[in-house]
């Protein structure tokens, strides 16, 4: 077989995909709670290593996305255009979330399109739990890589994170967990408000939130987190 590149067509990927797969490797994704039943064992690194190889080509990502194969999937992502990427195409490709990796992983694609805020405010009122879980993982690499974008931007997320506070699903309220401890973490004009969110929530009658919030305001209060926030420069409040 050889060597991939960016001419390789989805079907040679995929056919350089099956065999490098492990079933040790599957079993290691299964003790961290992710479905298996669609995936090859190919690591992150691995599959990342491949996306840079075959480079971007945005009609080939919807190819291997249709493969249903998760790590075609993850390479679909890094290798599609996110300027060409469409709401409706996002709204597709999260009806198929099954697994909080595959989630994670696509997020970041969601992110860099045009639509992502609309995307985040649609898919946090959407009921499933991978679905919703989307807008939080989305929110969270908005916080990270948006680096343009002003802060009152995520300040006005709070009342989002505090409306699904109570949401017990254990994929939706970890995603709900980093993406109040992420928004706490950009800036110092973002750390107070979240902390204080992190305080109602970790005072709450309610289990989910109250865990939540607690979590939130251990990490948000470490000295080691207010020590980088220190050493960061102050971004525009916006």
Known sequence: MGELSPSSTSEEIVAHLRPIGSEENRQGMKRYGIRIDRALGISHGVQRDIARKIKRNHERAFELWDTGIVEAQFIASVTADPKRF?????RRWAREF????????VSDLFVGTDAWRELIDEFAE???EFVRRTAFAMLCWATVHRKTEPDATFAAYLPLI???STDDRNFVKKAVNWALRTIGKRSMNLHAP??????????SSDKTARWIGKDAVRELTNPKTLERLARKRTTPAG
């Open 86 to 90: 469409t709401a409706a195409d996002a």
């Open 162 to 164: 505090e409306k699904h």
């Open 98 to 105: 099954d697994s909080w990796d595959i989630v994670d992983g």
């Open 194 to 203: 979240a902390v204080a969110l992190a305080e109602k929530l970790a005072a």
């Open 126 to 128: 959407a009921e499933p």
